[in-house]
């Protein structure tokens, strides 16, 4: 699905961000990307839709270059892959259903786009969005009048709307608290496994990534050093990516999961 | 203890019980104390240096009292005719311009803020912005008088020119200070350049833009009254006249309906400024 070869990225100041990263991600695969800050994990995504512009190598979304197209192209490509930010990324002074709709702008004309009429289809799509992650009722509030965690939600409604392949997460519970964390984590796992979409997930907290991914990719100094199962995660692993630290703490137990399970996301009964 | 260690606990010692106070801007005490000293020489030298012919001034103050004698009995009637032509075309001038000047502002603010427009594109609205700047309207204004003649006309293209100028670099600046992580979650989805505007950068600067103009319309009005005075049309040439035939009671007339327009603005941009934050 995801494939990439070499991928290098320096930048003008001389920092090698990502040394010939290669990486295979199948379809409906959910991987976590761990490493300390200036790891490169925030640049290896924004590589991928070229956020970020890549110094060398390629990367194939099925069977298309990403790093050779035309700007164009690129916008067609762009389309098929969602992002969601740390720090969410809405436009804070546009309603909660414009910054949803803003992820079909690739697909709609600008007339269409700055008069907002856009297809009904579209209305009624983000409509669902909304109603699944429990903030239907938020469709005409400014973003900048919401919680936390509830623009993240609509951060997942605008990645989603664009009917994307690939989910592209940088850090999505970096600012929220461990509660609403995990229950953002678990929107984000339970939508790519309802609509078998492949995810690589950014993110800091390596006991929240075991709790909810099948694959970790360790990185270090823009280096691949470990890629396998979040079990695998030994303390001389996370030494490896860290650095020297007291890891017993943060690797997982298993009676760990059941608590895992213990905080429901409410109106999460939505129809989809 | 190792000898890091106990470096460490002498560093903390040597520190403790002395007081601490902000370091100084200029570290170097000589160069400090020299820059104080010149500039207050140079303060008095100056002061020093300007000529007061105090005689001079003493027969000024009657002219003085006289004015601000017509103050307090300004006189609305006599020209009244000329008064409501003069005002009638400066709020023509205002409107035409601020309408123009504004409308021109965007696309040059955009093109000269260094994240959303490519370098040559960025010089040459940078270029007109500075060109706009450098003359003051007063200048413009004879320019212009001097190639359309006197009137209205002047007045609108010299007070178009300066909004041009003004609200461009204005909003260029907050378009530079944005939010970058909003504009790029809208570029991510795929959307063309003006969606991404529209978007992603607009709502971000619609707020300044809203508050700058508000401003502008003002200081367009009150310039208005200035161009008049090189014959660019408007109030300005009633006032003019008024003075010229020691009329001070229409001058003053003229001027409380200028305050009056002026804080009346004021107080509507202020309404506006707080309805769109």
Not at chain 1, 93 to 109: D, I, P, W
Not at chain 1, 156 to 171: K, Y
Request: hydrophobic share 50%.
């Amino acid at each position: 699905m995801l494939r990439l070869e070499k991928l290098t990225k320096t930048y003008p100041t001389g920092d090698m961000a990502l040394q010939a990263v290669d990486l295979e991600i199948p379809a409906g695969q959910i991987v976590a990307l761990i490493g300390p800050s200036g790891a490169g994990k925030s640049t290896l995504i924004r590589c991928i839709n070229r956020l970020v512009e890549p110094s060398s190598g390629a990367a194939w979304l099925d069977d298309v270059n990403l790093t050779r197209l035309s700007q164009a192209a690129l916008r067609r490509q762009r389309r098929r892959m969602g992002m969601i930010f740390q720090e969410y990324a809405l436009v804070e002074r546009l309603t909660v259903m414009e910054n949803v709709l803003s992820g079909r702008l690739g697909y709609v004309g600008f007339w269409r786009s700055f008069t907002r009429r856009f297809p009904q289809k579209n209305v009624d799509e983000a409509y669902r969005l909304l109603d699944r992650v429990g903030l239907l009722d938020m469709a005409d509030k400014r973003a900048d009048e919401l919680s936390g965690g509830q623009r993240q939600r609509v951060g997942i409604c605008r990645a989603l709307i664009q009917d994307p392949a690939l989910l592209l997460v940088d850090e999505p519970t970096a600012s929220l608290d461990p509660k609403t964390s995990r229950q953002i984590m678990r929107l984000i796992v339970e939508l790519c496994a309802e609509r078998g979409l492949a995810a690589i997930i950014n993110i800091h907290d390596v006991a929240l990534a075991q709790m909810f991914v099948n694959r970790v990719i360790g990185l270090q100094k823009g280096r691949v050093v470990f890629d396998g199962p979040p079990d695998a995660l030994t303390a001389e692993v996370l030494t490896q990516i860290y650095g020297e630290e007291d890891w017993e703490a943060t690797i997982r137990k298993p009676e760990d999961e059941d608590e895992a399970e213990a905080a429901p996301l409410p109106a999460g009964a939505g129809g989809a | 203890m190792t000898v890091s260690e106990a470096e460490a606990q002498m560093a903390l010692e040597a520190r403790l019980g002395r007081p601490w106070r902000k370091p100084p801007l200029i570290r170097r005490a000589w160069l400090r104390w020299a820059l104080g000293i010149g500039a207050l020489v140079y303060l008095a030298l100056a002061v020093a240096s300007v000529e007061v012919n105090w005689a001079r001034v003493y027969e000024g103050l009657d002219r003085g009292a006289a004015f601000i004698a017509a103050f307090m009995s300004p006189d609305f009637a006599s020209r009244a005719s000329d008064i409501y032509a003069g005002m009638l075309e400066s709020i023509v001038m205002t409107v035409a311009a601020s309408v123009v000047g504004i409308g021109v502002s965007i696309p040059i603010g955009l093109g000269a803020a260094r994240n959303v427009a490519p370098l040559p594109v960025y010089l040459a609205c940078r270029g007109l912005i500075a060109v706009s700047r450098a003359f003051q309207e007063v200048i413009v204004a004879i320019l212009l008088v001097a190639i359309f003649g006197f009137g209205p006309l002047a007045g609108f293209l010299t007070l178009s020119f300066a909004t041009i100028g003004f609200l461009s670099k204005l909003l260029a600046e907050d378009i530079e200070a944005m939010d970058r992580v909003q504009a790029e979650a809208v570029r991510a989805t795929g959307a063309r350049w003006l969606q991404w505007i529209n978007y992603g950068v607009q709502p971000q600067f619609m707020p300044r833009l809203i508050g700058l103009s508000m401003y502008r319309i003002d200081i367009n009005f009150r310039e208005s009254a200035v161009l008049g005075l090189v014959g660019a049309g408007g109030i300005g040439a009633t006032l003019n006249t008024a003075f010229d035939r020691y009329e001070f009671d229409t001058a003053a007339a003229i001027l409380i309906m200028i305050i009056a327009i002026v804080m009346g603005l004021e107080y509507l941009s202020g309404i506006v400024r707080a309805r769109v934050q």
